[in-house]
């Protein structure tokens, strides 16, 4: 599917050594705060109750949802985090639910407050910050756009194999 291939695309521009520049980073710059917020819906993880927060993003100012970094996001730099992503997009992609997607929507849709139609959550932005936050950023997207798809394409390849074994 194309969507599988983005997010392989999106984890394949990212390399070691940007990891290790975001963790050596004495604070995270709200966009990365924002993606990294978006990773922990799609890992199901606990997330901070929903307050509004103002973030600076680009030197401009984006009210938007709390982030959860201080209290659970920050902890995805403590264990592998490019491989995290790369195992679940290898294997817990089609765990990815109706609710989870809900939960992502916000993330994937603001914009900034002087140009809604511009979103925060893109690779054109996060780059600004770090270029392994875009590939993150993107390969995020490319989870979300996958279930969408996979919602149509799934029930005609079960179809498609249920008939290839009614015709054998």
């Known amino acids: 599917m194309p969507f599988v291939e983005a997010a392989e695309k999106a984890l394949s521009g990212i390399k070691a050594n940007d990891i290790t520049e975001l963790k ?3 604070k995270l710059h709200d966009v990365g705060k924002i993606i990294l917020d978006a990773v922990q819906i799609l890992f199901m993880g606990p ?3 929903i307050t509004s927060k103002e973030f600076a993003i680009q030197k401009k100012s984006v009210m938007f949802i709390a982030d959860s970094n ?4 920050g902890e995805l730099f403590l264990g592998n985090l490019l491989g995290m ?3 679940f997009g ?5 765990l990815i639910n109706e609710e989870t997607i809900e939960l992502l929507a916000p993330y994937l849709e603001v914009g900034f407050r002087d140009d809604p139609e511009r979103l925060v959550f893109s690779g054109d932005v996060a780059k600004g910050s770090s270029s392994a936050l875009k590939g993150i950023c993107e390969w995020a ?3 979300s756009a996958y279930h969408k798809a996979s ?3 799934k029930p005609k390849l079960r179809l498609l194999t249920q008939k290839a074994g009614e015709l054998r």
């Not at 201080?70 to 996001?73: H, I, L, Q, S």
């Not at 290898?90 to 089609?94: E, F, G, S, V």
């Open 85 to 87: 992503l790369s195992d």
């Open 151 to 153: 919602k149509i394409v």
């Open 90 to 94: 290898a294997n817990d992609k089609d």
């Open 47 to 49: 997330m901070v109750p």
């Open 70 to 73: 201080e209290e659970y996001t």
């Open 141 to 143: 997207s490319a989870m």
């Open 24 to 26: 050596s980073m004495k």
